[in-house]
């Protein structure tokens, strides 16, 4: 299976690409520490402007035996068109003039006060990878919660991939196997701009007060052109249902056995991407404990980097913090 940052261009290495300098870097290190997904993530050109525009194969071409002097018949495959649309998240960042310069050192005093507006938008774009909902935001994009929201038995369903881990009521939380990939799952950016989280200094400006008051104010805008795009939901699951208030306890869902489910589930599909698990932190450390029992054969403790890492059959699982414990039944 590929190695995502040896086949495709993550964010971070779109970032790196396309510019230098001190608050760049810092915000490529920002990135990698505060989120686990972004982190992952593969990103794309949009094929149409500030959508993308692409085809979900549903179907396969039917193929026959053919015999000497005789032809057969003329097939093709059953494909649905899905356009994603990207989403424009901006925000300004400005501190007082005489206080930077105050300090040794004007940007870095610039960079540090802005460092809460760049992990915000960090959140809010990894929360819309799961969350996002055109229907309630037009301005953002459908996440993957709003994609595999709903149980089927039909093979030829997005349903068939959301497995159901039996909880009810509103105390419930997922788990997510995505993978990422060209072919796959990836974020999207619009065609003839930069991808990723873009700085732009606006330098001094007038500050003016409802009171009429003016003072001089170091101005930053952030901003995030970003969208998402799944080609082949068959590569990712959702296990779904997961009532959180039961972990641990005898009535608890057989998690294990749900993410065999889910791994068997995809396995035929994810051979072109690669696979991470994402949880939130109350589901991971349950998991992490189970890891801890020499006899559980499926996950497992490694190490990468220093970091003890968990492990499911080889595939690793992140935290995600803003998968929710809250979140509705999946029927």
């Known amino acids: 299976m590929p190695i995502v940052g040896d086949t495709y261009l993550t964010l971070k290495d779109k970032l790196a690409q396309t510019e230098n300098g001190k608050v760049t870097s810092t915000i490529i290190d920002l990135l990698a520490q505060t989120s686990s997904v972004l982190d992952d993530a593969i990103v794309k050109e949009c094929n149409n402007g500030d959508s993308n525009k692409t085809t979900v ?45 105050m300090n040794s050192d004007t940007n870095q005093f610039r960079l540090n006060e802005s460092l809460g507006f760049i992990e915000s938008m960090n959140q809010t774009v990894e929360e819309n990878l799961f969350y996002g909902n055109k229907k309630t935001n037009p301005a953002a994009f459908d996440g993957l919660a709003n994609r595999y929201n709903k149980l089927s038995t039909d093979e030829k369903s997005i ?30 950016y619009p065609k003839g701009s930069k991808a990723g989280l873009q700085h732009e200094d606006k330098g001094q400006q007038t500050k003016e007060l409802p009171n009429g008051k003016m003072y001089e104010v170091y101005r930053d805008l952030y901003k995030w052109f970003v969208g998402l795009t799944v080609r082949d939901y068959r590569s990712t699951c959702r296990i779904a249902n997961i009532d959180v208030s039961k972990l641990g306890t005898k009535d ?6 749900k993410m065999v489910d889910a791994f068997n589930q995809i396995d035929d599909y994810n051979k072109t991407g690669r696979t991470v698990i994402y949880c939130n932190r109350k589901v991971r450390t349950f998991l992490h404990k189970q890891a801890m029992n020499k006899t559980n054969v499926h996950l497992t403790l490694n190490e990468v980097g220093g970091k003890k890492i968990v492990e499911f059959l080889g595939i690793p699982v992140k935290t995600c913090n803003k998968i929710l414990n809250t979140e509705d039944k999946v029927a």
């Open 57 to 101: 194969r549903n179907g396969l071409p039917e193929a026959e035996f053919r015999q000497f002097y005789d032809g057969v018949q003329c097939s093709k495959g059953q494909y649905t068109q899905i356009t994603d649309s990207t989403g424009m998240l901006e925000v300004y960042s400005e501190v007082d003039k005489d206080l930077a310069d």
């Open 159 to 188: 349903g068939n991939w959301v497995i159901d881990a039996g909880g009810e009521g509103t105390t419930n939380t997922s788990i997510w196997f995505v993978t990422w990939g060209d072919l796959h799952t990836h974020l999207l």
């Open 252 to 257: 608890a869902a057989d998690l294990i056995d």
